[in-house]
């Protein structure tokens, strides 16, 4: 079954954090440097995505445990994998290869859980995130004209990120965690692209992330705007994750649930991050926050971001049982 016809059928589960999984395995920089990057001058310890390469043994039990947990769709651990963001640790020429590991890993995850329970499918969410240079600001204050990276730049790294995740037998692709939608429209302007080249289309979600209280990205659009800006692309969902906790998201959830025509994601923080930056909220109060979510009819797929484990994914798993699919609007957003 495709994710389409089972996004008909029930509301789906995201895995959670990658970041805060691998923080529990407290990894030194000879984790992240293995025997093949063990020369390298610069510290790597940090750069997560590259343990698909060096510890591929730790990405595979963190997919496993989210898999137990019941999530439906594994992200890859592949949030900075393009050459921009590898660019900051010289490691630009093993993009390809890291994306297509991040993605056979969560795969051969996925299909391990796939024969235990058949009936259960899991799909692969290739992680597409932000990159740490925007098309819309200008890094320097001085000179607001500048920009660091052009529209160009960022569509190949793009596309490059989702040839190897593709080639790695990735199901969907997720550009997330998107600030700057024209970050977002140079991603799926490479991924078009790719799909031209390759004759091979996956679905795509898309997932963004408001600032602050306003509703607004980082680059001052409303959801509205940021709704329209992507329309043109024929999406699987669209949705907001990271942001705040799940009870503060709500109503940006609301709004986009009333405007979009597609099938609406959510996957929040585990509260707000507390004086040492740390995410308190334990899996039963986060799931009663989404709870809320399901009673009003405002999503269709649900995961959890920074702070999140798999005990709030099994909560989660556990409550949207009890729940229908969000009915699917077919209204316009221009």
Do not use: W
Request: proline content about 4%; some cysteine; charged content about 25%.
């Amino acid at each position: 079954m495709n994710i389409q016809k089972l996004l008909e059928q029930r509301v789906l589960v995201l895995d959670g954090a990658m970041g805060t999984m691998i923080q529990r395995y407290n990894l030194t920089e000879d984790d992240f440097r293995g025997d093949r990057f063990i020369n390298s001058g610069i510290d790597l310890k940090g750069n997560n995505d590259l343990l698909c390469l060096t510890r591929p043994d730790v990405i595979g039990e963190i997919h496993e445990q989210y898999l137990e947990a019941g999530a439906d769709i594994l992200e890859t651990n592949t949030f900075s994998g393009t050459t921009i963001a590898q660019a900051d640790y010289e490691l630009e020429d093993v993009v390809y290869e890291l994306n297509l590991e991040a993605a056979r890993i969560a795969k051969q995850a996925a299909v391990k859980y796939n024969q235990k329970t058949p009936d259960k499918p899991r799909f692969v969410a290739g992680a597409m995130g932000p990159t740490n240079k925007t098309a819309s600001l200008s890094p320097d204050v001085s000179r607001p004209e500048y920009r660091a990276i052009t529209f160009d730049q960022l569509a190949e790294a793009y596309k490059l990120q989702a040839k190897g995740l593709m080639d790695g037998g990735a199901d969907v692709l997720l550009i997330e965690t998107i600030f700057d939608t024209l970050n977002a429209k140079a991603a799926l302007f490479g991924v078009m692209e790719l799909y031209e080249e390759t004759g091979k289309e996956l679905p795509i979600m898309i997932s963004g992330t408001i600032t602050d209280a306003s509703g607004r990205t980082l680059s001052g659009q409303t959801l509205e705007a940021f709704l329209i800006s992507l329309s043109h692309v024929p999406l699987l969902s669209i949705g907001l994750n990271c942001s705040f906790g799940a009870k503060d998201l709500k109503p940006y959830l609301q709004n986009m649930a009333q405007k979009s025509p597609l099938y609406i994601s959510a996957y929040p923080n585990a509260g707000l991050p507390n004086e040492f930056g740390e995410y308190d909220q334990g899996a039963e109060a986060m799931g009663e926050e989404v709870r809320a979510y399901l009673d009003e009819n405002l999503i269709n797929i649900i995961g959890g971001c920074c702070g999140t484990g798999p005990d709030h994914i099994r909560r989660m798993t556990e409550i949207v049982k009890d729940y229908k699919p969000r009915f699917v609007n077919q209204v316009s957003v221009a």
